[in-house]
C-alpha cells in the first residue's frame, strides 16, 4: 500500500472540514494557487510557515505535518533512526538520556504553565496569542516525544539490569 502524500492528507482533512480551497487559503491567509499547488502534490515540501498556517484550521497536527515532509521529529516505528539511536544506548549514556528526556519535560511544563498564565492574564494581540498557543502546542509535541523516548529507555534499562543480574 502507498502512503498518502502531504498534500492528499491535507485535501481530506478539507474536505472533512467542508472547506473549498479557496475558503482555506483565505482564512489560513496563503495564495489559493499555493494550495492547489500543495494539494496536487506539485509543492512536495510546503513552507514550514505555510503549513502552520494551514494546520490551524484542518485540524491537523503542525509538527506531524513537518515529520511527514522530512523536516520534523517523531518517535515512532516510522523513524527507525532515532529508535536505532536509543535502543543501542548502555550504562551511563542511557542513564543520562534518560534524565535528560525526563528534565526537558519537566521544563517543558514549566514553560507552558508560563505561557498559559500570559494568556490567561494578559491584554495581547491576536498575533502574540497565536504565537503563544503555537509554541504551548510545539512544546506538548516535544515532551509526547520525550515521553516515548523515556518507555524506550525504561526498557532498556530494565534489560540491562537483568542481563546484568544474570552474569
Do not use: C
Not at 525526563?102 to 498559559?116: R, V
Request: hydrophobic residues 35%; glycine residues 2%.
Amino acid at each position: 500500500m502507498q502512503e498518502k502524500k502531504i498534500g492528499e492528507i491535507i485535501a481530506e482533512a478539507r474536505e472533512k472540514k467542508k472547506i473549498s480551497q479557496r475558503q482555506l487559503a483565505k482564512i489560513a491567509n496563503i495564495s489559493n494557487a499555493e494550495l492547489s499547488k500543495i494539494e496536487s502534490g506539485e509543492r512536495e515540501v510546503p513552507n514550514p510557515k505555510t503549513l502552520r498556517k494551514i494546520s490551524k484550521h484542518i485540524d491537523l497536527n503542525y509538527n506531524d505535518l513537518m515529520y511527514m515532509v522530512g523536516l520534523g521529529v517523531q518517535v515512532s516505528p516510522l523513524n527507525p533512526f532515532l529508535l536505532d539511536h536509543y535502543s543501542h544506548l548502555k550504562g551511563q549514556e542511557l542513564e543520562d538520556a534518560w534524565t535528560i528526556a525526563k528534565a526537558s519535560i519537566k521544563n517543558n511544563d514549566l514553560i507552558i504553565d508560563s505561557l498559559q498564565k500570559r494568556i490567561d492574564s494578559e491584554e495581547l494581540t491576536q498575533d502574540e496569542e497565536d504565537v503563544l498557543y503555537e509554541t504551548i502546542e510545539d512544546l506538548k509535541y516535544q515532551s509526547n516525544t520525550n515521553n516515548e523516548i523515556i518507555k524506550l529507555l525504561e526498557s532498556n534499562m530494565i534489560k540491562e539490569r537483568l542481563k546484568n543480574a544474570t552474569n
